[in-house]
T-cell receptor, first 118, second 112 residues
């Protein structure tokens, strides 16, 4: 299947700082990528849909000014957690779907980024 | 509002036996369903999917059954192997929409 990478795999930062997480599709071009977060023992919650060349679409309750998304190319989307606070500590996962003709609906997920805000 | 539910947070099955994981949904607009497997600190891995035009899809040891009238789907793994121990998420979407709604997950433990 298609490969999606994420960087960094884990990050620890001080409260008030900003953290950038990168998501790359390695062997396909993704016009759309998705950002999820997962709290311990809970489900994956969609935060936003990242659209190449246009603004991201945020889910209800997600602060767009706090979670900045940039989809600058067909293989790269970034999520920046601005002015991070301890409650932002979570596991952040991106995904993408291969839009090539003949591919199915499944999304391919990155390995995730563990963010810890002290 | 949890539109996709997995009511069993955990399940233990003897190696070699059948594992059955269940998932219920409330949104009748969902017409495409997926199962993912997830290990700790890793992203989910796609296992198998099913469209609402079918009631069964099989891929090796994995079979997904869909009961549209009951808004219920299940994943059967047979025979279960120790490497199947993981958290399994079902997800639902509307074909063409691309957004996935995930269930709460079931932790499957295969007992050797």
């Amino acid at each position: 299947g298609a490969v999606v990478s994420q960087h960094p795999s884990r990050v620890i930062c001080k409260s008030g700082t900003s953290v950038k997480i990168e998501c790359r599709s390695l062997d396909f071009q993704a016009t759309t990528m998705f950002w999820y977060r997962q709290f311990p023992k809970q489900s994956l919650m969609l935060m936003a849909t990242s659209n190449e060349g246009s603004k991201a679409t945020y889910e209800q309750g997600v602060e767009k000014d706090k979670f900045l998304i940039n989809h600058a190319s067909l293989t790269l989307s970034t999520l920046t957690v601005t002015s991070a606070h301890p409650e932002d500590s979570s596991f952040y996962i991106c995904s993408a779907r291969d839009p090539s003709p003949g591919t199915s609906m499944e999304q391919f997920f990155g390995p995730g980024t563990r963010l810890t805000v002290l | 509002d949890q539109q996709v539910k997995q009511n069993s947070p955990s399940l233990s099955v003897q190696e070699g036996r059948i594992s059955i994981l269940n998932c219920d949904y409330t949104n009748s607009m969902f017409d495409y369903f997926l199962w993912y497997k997830k290990y700790p600190a890793e992203g989910p891995t796609f296992l198998i999917s099913i469209s609402s035009i079918k009631d069964k899809n099989e891929d090796g040891r994995f079979t997904v059954f869909l009961n549209k009238s009951a808004k219920h789907l299940s994943l059967h793994i047979v025979p279960s192997q120790p490497g199947d121990s993981a958290v399994y998420f079902c997800a639902a979407t509307i074909f063409g929409n691309e957004k996935l709604t995930f269930g709460t997950g079931t932790r499957l433990t295969i007992i050797p």
